[in-house]
């Protein structure tokens, strides 16, 4: 049996080309890009010819991409570096419908001294950038919005939200670890001073991302050490992870984006034919890989356990937050109820599917419903 693999929202198989730029970086070229030696130097240039691809991908200059970790520590590192090194200023605005971990980071800083501003968001996950202006006070340090939603799609219109936050002298950040190389993002036309990027939802490795800060931004490190990425970020670079950002952002193409645009419209279409199913989130301004649907009365955990048994997997959400219970805060967000957010899938595509893959989920996806709704006590 094939396995159809649609939980690309939550990680993506590495691209076998990604694997072999950054395989000599383990074996031949190994040195640690802090040393003066030729194989220190060797990792030295790799790394900042990644930096130098990754901030032109989104025009920025090398000199403004930070390397961390992954988009969670990049997040952390935006929201509490600023909030430390602005004594002056504690407001925070944000929306409901962010990962868990600018959420979570909130909670933290407000537990310090921080005050935050969570903004509402209409049925399909957009912010009004009226209400960011109407938010913004004497006190406000920064505005954090996502820029694509991981759970539904909706691409917020960071130009308006960021127009906004310039005249008023604001710091813009957003998260954007599912948009990056799925939809334009230009840190200069989005007037954006911080960004979140990472690699291993773009076909690169796991534990790597950046954080592009605007020069002359002044952050506080979160992390103290030897004093690498500028004194910004310690710790000893993870080069074969940073030339492996670098090559999958390079061989990300626009075709890419229209090839899963056709399949995701071909997936949205072929669902919504089932009876008492609607989408949640936007039919424009989506992601092209998204697709997350409220199917009425049945669990969602179930229909996902149905969907493996024919090989196919998918997600009911955030892959970070798939341990806990309560429905999804995005959905509740947007104003599904409790039994719709839980009864609702994530199907997230990669250019690595097919459309048979397609043709296959909606050849099996009617029936497991009609079973599941024959079982369930709550009726349409």
């Given at each position: 049996?094939?396995?159809?693999?649609?939980?690309?929202?939550?990680?993506?198989?590495?691209?076998?080309?990604?694997?072999?730029?950054?395989?000599?970086?383990?074996?031949?070229?190994?040195?640690?890009?802090?040393?003066?030696?030729?194989?220190?130097?060797?990792?030295?240039?790799?790394?900042?010819?990644?930096?130098?691809?990754?901030?032109?991908?989104?025009?920025?200059s090398a000199e403004e991409i930070y390397?961390?970790?992954?988009?969670?520590?990049?997040?952390?590192?935006?929201?509490?570096?600023?909030?430390?090194?602005?004594?002056?200023?504690?407001?925070?605005?944000?929306?409901?419908?962010?990962h868990d971990c600018v959420l979570n980071t909130c909670k933290w800083?407000?537990?310090?001294?921080?005050?935050?501003?969570?903004?509402?968001?209409?049925?399909?996950?957009?912010?009004?950038?009226?209400?960011?202006?109407?938010?913004?006070?004497?006190?406000?340090?920064?505005?954090?919005?996502?820029?694509?939603?991981?759970?539904?799609?909706?691409?917020?219109?960071?130009?308006?939200?960021?127009?906004?936050?310039?005249?008023?002298?604001?710091?813009?950040?957003?998260?954007?670890?599912?948009?990056?190389?799925?939809?334009?993002?230009?840190?200069?036309?989005?007037?954006?001073?911080?960004?979140?990027?990472?690699?291993?939802?773009?076909?690169?490795?796991?534990?790597?991302?950046?954080?592009?800060?605007?020069?002359?931004?002044?952050?506080?490190?979160?992390?103290?050490?030897?004093?690498?990425?500028?004194?910004?970020?310690?710790?000893?670079?993870?080069?074969?992870?940073?030339?492996?950002?670098?090559?999958?952002?390079?061989?990300?193409?626009?075709?890419?984006?229209?090839?899963?645009?056709?399949?995701?419209?071909?997936?949205?279409?072929?669902?919504?034919?089932?009876?008492?199913?609607?989408?949640?989130?936007?039919?424009?301004?989506?992601?092209?890989?998204?697709?997350?649907?409220?199917?009425?009365?049945?669990?969602?955990?179930?229909?996902?356990?149905?969907?493996?048994?024919?090989?196919?997997?998918?997600?009911?959400?955030?892959?970070?937050?798939?341990?806990?219970?309560?429905?999804?805060?995005?959905?509740?967000?947007?104003?599904?109820?409790?039994?719709?957010?839980?009864?609702?899938?994530?199907?997230?595509?990669?250019?690595?599917?097919?459309?048979?893959?397609?043709?296959?989920?909606?050849?099996?996806?009617?029936?497991?419903?009609?079973?599941?709704?024959?079982?369930?006590?709550?009726?349409?």
């Amino acid at each position: 049996m094939k396995l159809i693999y649609l939980d690309n929202a939550a990680t993506t198989p590495v691209d076998e080309r990604v694997v072999e730029a950054m395989t000599p970086y383990f074996s031949e070229k190994y040195g640690n890009a802090s040393s003066v030696h030729l194989k220190g130097q060797e990792a030295k240039r790799a790394m900042e010819e990644a930096r130098s691809l990754i901030a032109r991908s989104i025009g920025a200059s090398a000199e403004e991409i930070y390397f961390t970790s992954g988009g969670t520590e990049a997040n952390n590192f935006a929201l509490k570096g600023l909030f430390f090194e602005n004594k002056g200023k504690n407001h925070i605005i944000t929306t409901k419908i962010e990962h868990d971990c600018v959420l979570n980071t909130c909670k933290w800083l407000e537990k310090r001294g921080a005050e935050v501003t969570y903004l509402d968001v209409n049925s399909e996950g957009f912010v009004n950038p009226e209400d960011v202006r109407k938010a913004i006070k004497e006190n406000t340090l920064i505005v954090s919005a996502i820029h694509g939603n991981n759970e539904i799609g909706t691409i917020q219109d960071l130009e308006a939200i960021g127009k906004i936050c310039r005249e008023k002298n604001v710091l813009f950040h957003t998260d954007a670890c599912q948009s990056y190389t799925k939809t334009r993002l230009n840190v200069n036309k989005q007037n954006l001073d911080l960004v979140t990027l990472n690699a291993h939802k773009i076909h690169g490795p796991k534990g790597v991302g950046a954080l592009y800060i605007r020069k002359g931004i002044k952050i506080t490190p979160l992390l103290h050490g030897g004093g690498h990425e500028k004194g910004l970020r310690s710790g000893t670079e993870n080069v074969p992870g940073i030339v492996g950002f670098a090559k999958a952002a390079k061989l990300a193409k626009d075709k890419h984006i229209r090839y899963m645009e056709k399949l995701r419209d071909k997936l949205i279409e072929g669902i919504l034919k089932i009876e008492n199913t609607k989408i949640n989130g936007p039919k424009e301004n989506r992601l092209c890989n998204n697709v997350n649907v409220c199917f009425g009365n049945i669990e969602g955990e179930s229909i996902g356990g149905y969907l493996e048994a024919y090989g196919i997997c998918s997600s009911t959400g955030s892959a970070c937050s798939s341990h806990t219970l309560e429905p999804s805060h995005v959905l509740r967000a947007i104003g599904r109820s409790h039994l719709e957010a839980n009864s609702s899938i994530r199907l997230t595509l990669s250019r690595e599917n097919t459309e048979e893959d397609i043709n296959k989920v909606l050849e099996v996806l009617p029936g497991i419903v009609i079973k599941l709704r024959k079982m369930s006590p709550f009726k349409i």
